[in-house]
């Protein structure tokens, strides 16, 4: 690898893997903050297959105008297998050379960045990552773009669902996405007085689950809420619905929220964290980083290596539900 710093006179943007609200204000910011630095910003669309194909256009300001509010990216994206392969990123490294670009903006999540990481290692493409995924799962940051607004978007749909719940006496089980991270479950827990929350990587407590429906109608209540975090595939709450009927005799509804978690109009939170990334990321590469992370820690808005971010990220989720444990009781 060429580890000499090279002068960036112009970057590419991209977003891969699965798309998450406020992508589009940290391509934003990129391309605004890059072009005040004298800078050529080239979007490239649908994330490393576009980048492979050569679907690659230069950006001005106003391309990025009336965007900041809208969820997705404007850029699409795609999760790119192929990249895996030495001499796919060879063939990329090249592209990027044949278009002059100097230096890329990934954002995206655990494979994006390995990607970007593999490029920078093999090629010394100058790369820096943008955390953007609703799971929140990257180690090395203590937040991610979309987050915010999955959380918000679930807990409206566990609110609406539990007036129906109430008015029926129902006990509803309610999947959340997140199969490598329990974070939006956890939160959702919370923020709607849930009963119970499934973590993704904890066995299932029957008997703990049961016990605390039956507690709660034990002191009059008609309704339960269980936020369930989903697996590697969806559907593990008609899996939990079928053994609390079968075997606890507990009549419960299950409802998977699924990918409307994804969509919708960012947060202002997820349109100001993206926007200080995407400023971040620009300066990054205009002063010659590179192989780092716009990270969030303690509040601050940091550089992260990547490699930092490539690690499997600890959670710690007892203090949340501790909380959910005390305020269902």
């Given at each position: 690898?060429?580890?000499?710093?090279?002068?960036?006179?112009?970057?590419?943007?991209?977003?891969?893997?699965?798309?998450?609200?406020?992508?589009?204000?940290?391509?934003?910011?990129?391309?605004?903050?890059?072009?005040?630095?004298?800078?050529?910003?080239?979007?490239?669309?649908?994330?490393?297959?576009?980048?492979?194909?050569?679907?690659?256009?230069?950006?001005?300001?106003?391309?990025?105008?009336?965007?900041?509010?809208?969820?997705?990216?404007?850029?699409?994206?795609?999760?790119?297998?192929?990249?895996?392969?030495?001499?796919?990123?060879?063939?990329?490294?090249?592209?990027?050379?044949?278009?002059?670009?100097?230096?890329?903006?990934?954002?995206?999540?655990?494979?994006?960045?390995?990607?970007?990481?593999?490029?920078?290692?093999?090629?010394?493409?100058?790369?820096?990552?943008?955390?953007?995924?609703?799971?929140?799962?990257?180690?090395?940051?203590?937040?991610?773009?979309?987050?915010?607004?999955?959380?918000?978007?679930?807990?409206?749909?566990?609110?609406?669902?539990?007036?129906?719940?109430?008015?029926?006496?129902?006990?509803?089980?309610?999947?959340?996405?997140?199969?490598?991270?329990?974070?939006?479950a956890l939160q959702v827990g919370v923020c709607t007085g849930a009963e119970h929350v499934v973590l993704?990587?904890?066995?299932?407590?029957?008997?703990?689950?049961?016990?605390?429906?039956?507690?709660?109608?034990?002191?009059?209540?008609?309704?339960?809420?269980?936020?369930?975090?989903?697996?590697?595939?969806?559907?593990?709450?008609?899996?939990?619905?079928?053994?609390?009927?079968?075997?606890?005799?507990?009549?419960?509804?299950?409802?998977?929220?699924?990918?409307?978690?994804?969509?919708?109009?960012?947060?202002?939170?997820?349109?100001?964290?993206?926007?200080r990334m995407g400023y971040a990321a620009a300066h990054a590469l205009h002063q010659g980083l590179q192989?780092?992370?716009?990270?969030?820690?303690?509040?601050?808005?940091?550089?992260?290596?990547?490699?930092?971010?490539?690690?499997?990220?600890?959670?710690?989720?007892?203090?949340?539900?501790?909380?959910?444990?005390?305020?269902?009781?």
């Amino acid at each position: 690898m060429d580890t000499t710093v090279k002068s960036i006179k112009s970057v590419g943007v991209l977003c891969s893997g699965g798309d998450s609200p406020g992508m589009n204000a940290a391509v934003r910011s990129v391309v605004r903050t890059a072009i005040g630095l004298g800078i050529d910003v080239f979007g490239i669309y649908k994330g490393y297959s576009g980048l492979l194909e050569g679907n690659i256009q230069r950006l001005g300001l106003t391309s990025v105008s009336n965007i900041i509010q809208r969820g997705g990216t404007i850029l699409d994206t795609s999760r790119c297998l192929e990249f895996h392969t030495p001499e796919i990123r060879l063939e990329a490294a090249h592209i990027l050379s044949r278009k002059h670009i100097d230096g890329l903006v990934v954002i995206g999540g655990n494979g994006s960045f390995a990607g970007a990481m593999e490029l920078h290692i093999e090629h010394g493409v100058p790369v820096i990552g943008i955390p953007g995924t609703i799971d929140n799962d990257i180690s090395g940051t203590e937040y991610t773009i979309g987050f915010n607004t999955a959380v918000q978007t679930a807990v409206d749909a566990v609110d609406k669902i539990r007036d129906t719940a109430s008015a029926h006496a129902r006990t509803f089980l309610i999947e959340v996405m997140g199969h490598r991270s329990s974070s939006i479950a956890l939160q959702v827990g919370v923020c709607t007085g849930a009963e119970h929350v499934v973590l993704s990587n904890q066995v299932i407590n029957y008997d703990k689950i049961a016990g605390d429906i039956k507690k709660g109608a034990e002191r009059g209540k008609t309704s339960s809420i269980i936020i369930v975090a989903e697996r590697e595939k969806s559907g593990l709450s008609y899996q939990i619905k079928e053994v609390l009927m079968n075997q606890y005799a507990i009549a419960v509804h299950a409802c998977v929220l699924g990918h409307i978690q994804r969509g919708g109009s960012p947060t202002a939170l997820d349109r100001l964290i993206a926007s200080r990334m995407g400023y971040a990321a620009a300066h990054a590469l205009h002063q010659g980083l590179q192989a780092h992370v716009t990270a969030i820690n303690n509040g601050q808005l940091v550089m992260v290596p990547l490699a930092e971010c490539l690690e499997g990220k600890n959670e710690a989720p007892e203090p949340e539900l501790d909380l959910i444990s005390a305020l269902a009781i």
